[in-house]
């Protein structure tokens, strides 16, 4: 076993990518298994919603599906039919290609997206990000009014 003071601090595999098209620095990780949510990206455009475990109708999709095909790819599949579309007319899937959010080209280092996230570069920094967080979250993540009527 190794030292004690070998500290994993890179369990979510978070490391810097550069937009292949801009150049932009942006960093991916893995999606943390202590939210208590999913995220989906849209398949045209940097945006993604966030689907609360607790919400209402994730609840009424994930309880009808059968019981004997309640796997991950199915309830994604759920999910993504009654998501309503981006703005882009986009719609959200779970294995969406990861885009920059400056030019919105595919990030082509993520070859696997399913539960991969991406953020600005910035993300990393030790300065105060609370105000750029704030406000890109408010731009690229809808987390209120997801589901088709």
């Given at each position: 076993?190794?030292?004690?003071d ?13 937009c ?51 796997t991950?790819a199915?309830l994604?599949?759920?999910l993504?039919?009654?998501l ?34 991406v ?15 704030e ?15």
């Open positions: 076993m190794g030292d004690p070998e500290v994993d601090d890179n369990w979510l595999n978070g490391e810097e990518v550069a292949p098209e801009c150049h932009e620095r942006l960093y991916r990780l893995d999606h943390s298994p202590l939210l208590d949510c999913y995220f989906l990206y849209c398949d045209s455009c940097p945006m993604r919603v966030d689907v609360s475990y607790y919400d209402n109708t994730f609840m009424t999709i994930a309880d009808a599906l059968p019981s004997q095909d309640r991950y199915t994604m599949a759920a993504e039919a009654r309503r579309r981006c703005d882009c007319a986009g719609r959200f899937r779970d294995s969406a290609p990861r885009r920059c959010h400056l030019c919105s080209s595919v990030l082509t280092a993520i070859s696997a997206p399913s539960g991969v996230d953020w600005p570069g910035w993300w990393t920094d030790e300065t105060d990000t609370a105000s750029l967080e406000a890109f979250t408010a731009r690229y993540f809808r987390t209120e009014d997801l589901w088709e009527q």
